[in-house]
C-alpha cells in the first residue's frame, strides 16, 4: 500500500479506524464560480466486514435519490459505493453533520413507509430486475436504529 497522498479522498482514509454506522464530510470542494459542494461519505456497514447486497443497496439508492430532494433543494447525487459498504451523498453548500443528519433521517423514514421502489424497471433503470424493497427497508431500519452514533466516525 502506497503512503503517498492518493486524488481520492477516500483512497487516504485508513478504512480500519471507522466505525459504521456513521456520517461523515469527506470533501468540500469550492467550484471555479465560487459555489461550494460537500460530499458526504454515508456509510452503512462495517467496511471489509459486511456490506449490503446488490438488489439492497441499489433499491436503496432508488428510494434515497427520489425521497431525499422531496426534503432538500441541495442534493446534487446519492450514489452507491463500489464496495457496497455506504453511498456518497453530495450537497450543495456547506450544511454541517448535523443538518445532513437530519435530512438522511427523514429520507430514510420515508423509505420505511413506502410500498414500491421507484423506478424499479427496465424503462427507467439500467437493472430493472434487481430490486428488494424489503431489503431497503430493513437496511434503512437498522441504521436509522444506530442514530446516536452517525456522528462518531471512529471507535
Ligand atoms: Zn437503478
Known sequence: MTTERMNVESFNLDHRTVAAPYVRVADRKQLSQGDVIT?????????N??????????????????????????VID??????????????????????????????????????????ANEIQCGWGANHSLAGAQDAARAFLAQREAWEQVTA
Open 39 to 47: 460530499k458526504y461519505d454515508v456509510r452503512f456497514t462495517q467496511p
Open 78 to 119: 446519492f450514489s452507491p459505493m463500489g464496495c457496497q459498504t455506504g453511498y456518497y451523498l453530495i450537497l450543495e453548500g456547506e450544511p454541517d453533520v448535523t443538518a445532513t443528519a437530519a435530512l438522511i433521517e427523514a429520507t430514510l423514514t420515508d423509505v420505511l413507509k413506502a410500498t414500491e421502489v421507484p423506478a
Open 49 to 74: 466486514v459486511a456490506h449490503l447486497e446488490m438488489d439492497v443497496i441499489h433499491s436503496l439508492e432508488h428510494l434515497f435519490a427520489e425521497s431525499s430532494r422531496n426534503h432538500s433543494d441541495s
